[in-house]
Every structure is written in structure tokens, then in C-alpha cells.
């Protein structure tokens, strides 16, 4: 009797194994992207000095800037040009020790809480690609941004006291010296945990 329960053990443990047509087992089910607010940015450009701003819950204040600046560094014998964004006193920008920011793909989770090697601070300042210009040689672009093609910079708007997740989509061009901005999301939910590009 052992020996047959014993068969049918195994037989179960084969089946189970099996994936028809080499399908990968299913994995658990994603909860739904909570309900968001878009704003086509209609792909917004940030060259030298220039500056945008983008009011992501449409309640009449700024949650996120986008600037310039121009570094002339002597140690370096090189000029710099600085892109970068910031967040205010009511908003948050994941930040790592180096003011860097993860550029998320479409599809991946921006959590509440702080992400891998990031912090969600307030007023921030997060570097996202910058044209270095020596004395003497060719000009040479640095920074994680510098390549990126619609990715997502995640961003945090707190009102009352709750923390709001949202994204903007952002492409680099070092051809053309700018940062250009295509669209823009924030939850309606607080609390929530979203997707990029969702």
C-alpha cells in the first residue's frame, strides 16, 4: 500500500513540474495600476538656460523643476553645463549619495518607500547629465541620464500629510543639447506604489 501511495506522490510531483508547450509557470497575479492623472507634456525641450515647471495634480503649485546650470570649475580647466531637476518643500525626488536618480523603465515599480541605494527627499537636486568643456580637447558628456530614451524619473507630491506616487518621462538628446520632457503622471491614490509609464 505504502509503495502505491508512494508512486502517486511522485506521479503528482512530475505533473506538477511539467509547463505545457514550454510556458513558464505562471507568476502571481499584479495588482492594478491605481487610477492616475496625465499631463501630455507634448515634448516639453530644456536647453541652457531655460527652466520648466510642471504642476502634476493640477492644484495650481509646481511639483517639479527643470534647470540648467553653468559650472566654470578651475581646478578642472573645464566649463560645465549642468541639467537637472528639483523637487520643493511639498514634493520628494529619489536620491542616491552622488544627487542620482534611478531612471526607471516602463513597467517597472515606483515604490512608497525608498528604493535600492535611493532616499525620497524633499527639496532635492538630482544631476541627470552634464556637457564637460576643457581648455583643451573635445567636449564629453557624463551622468546616468546622459543616454536615456522614455524613461521614467519617479517623483512624490505629499499633500495632507499622504505622499502621492508619480513619474515623468523623460528622453536626453547630447546631439541637440537638450532634455525634453514628454509626459507626466501622478496617483490619485496615496500611498500607492506605481508603474512607470503606466
Not at 501630455?40 to 538656460?49: A, P, S, V, Y
Request: proline share 6%; hydrophobic share 40%; net charge negative.
Amino acid at each position: 500500500m505504502k509503495s502505491v501511495v508512494y508512486a502517486l506522490v511522485l506521479a503528482a510531483l512530475s505533473l506538477a513540474g511539467c509547463k505545457k508547450d514550454g510556458a513558464p509557470a505562471p507568476s502571481k497575479p499584479v495588482k492594478p495600476q491605481p487610477e492616475m492623472i496625465y499631463t501630455d507634456l507634448q515634448n516639453r525641450e530644456l536647453k541652457f538656460q531655460q527652466a520648466q515647471v510642471i504642476d502634476l495634480n493640477k492644484d495650481g503649485a509646481a511639483d517639479i523643476g527643470f534647470s540648467t546650470w553653468y559650472i566654470g570649475d578651475p581646478v578642472e580647466r573645464e566649463d560645465e553645463v549642468l541639467f537637472f531637476a528639483g523637487s520643493y518643500i511639498h514634493s520628494l525626488l529619489l536620491v542616491d549619495d552622488a544627487n542620482g536618480s534611478p531612471a526607471f523603465k516602463s513597467g517597472d515599480v515606483i515604490p512608497v518607500s525608498n528604493y535600492p541605494g535611493h532616499t525620497w527627499y524633499q527639496v532635492a537636486q538630482v544631476e541627470m547629465a552634464m556637457k564637460n568643456t576643457p581648455e583643451s580637447g573635445q567636449p564629453y558628456w557624463e551622468g546616468a541620464w546622459k543616454q536615456v530614451s522614455h524613461q521614467y524619473l519617479a517623483i512624490q507630491v505629499v499633500k495632507e500629510g499622504k505622499r502621492y506616487n508619480g513619474w515623468i518621462e523623460v528622453s536626453f538628446d547630447t546631439a541637440g543639447e537638450k532634455l525634453i520632457l514628454h509626459k507626466a503622471a501622478i496617483c490619485k491614490e496615496a500611498e500607492k506604489a506605481v508603474v512607470a509609464g503606466k
